[in-house]
Nanobody, 126 residues
Framework: QVQLAESGGGLVQAGDSLRLSCAAS????????MGWFRQAPGKEREFVVG????????TYADSVKGRFTISRDNARNTVYLQMNSLKPEDTAVYYC???????????????????WGQGTQVTVSS
């Protein structure tokens, strides 16, 4: 069992930055990959970025490359999402998720992830 809790969302203006955090508890945090997904109203949940269990590898969606950065602190059982140069189209509920079946590549499909947080709202005004 893994419990995940996101924080750090809010209302910002276009061009601003936000940092999301996801605190994990339960199973050993360093043993699984983590991902961030987002879901905008009326749209399907989409992959944003993932990071390997050690933090040595990451994969980004094209839409956020160069603007978002994922990191993790295995000593603090926390994964972070630094979001810079935010755009109105980044508005969504952001979820962190845990993939316990670690593979050689970071998986991007939501079905691959076993545990999810409750989500945190990010709203970017123009």
């Amino acid at each position: 069992q893994v419990q995940l809790a996101e924080s750090g969302g809010g209302l910002v203006q276009a061009g601003d930055s936000l940092r999301l955090s996801c605190a994990a508890s339960g199973r050993a945090f360093s043993g699984y990959d983590m991902g961030w997904f987002r879901q905008a109203p009326g749209k399907e949940r989409e992959f944003v970025v993932g990071i390997s269990s050690s933090g040595g590898r990451s994969t980004y969606a094209d839409s956020v490359k160069g603007r978002f950065t994922i990191s993790r602190d295995n000593a603090r059982n926390t994964v972070y999402l630094q979001m810079n140069s935010l755009k109105p189209e980044d508005t969504a509920v952001y979820y962190c998720a845990a993939d316990l079946n670690v593979m050689t590549t970071i998986r991007t499909g939501a079905d691959a992830y076993d545990y999810w947080g409750q989500g945190t709202q990010v709203t970017v005004s123009s």
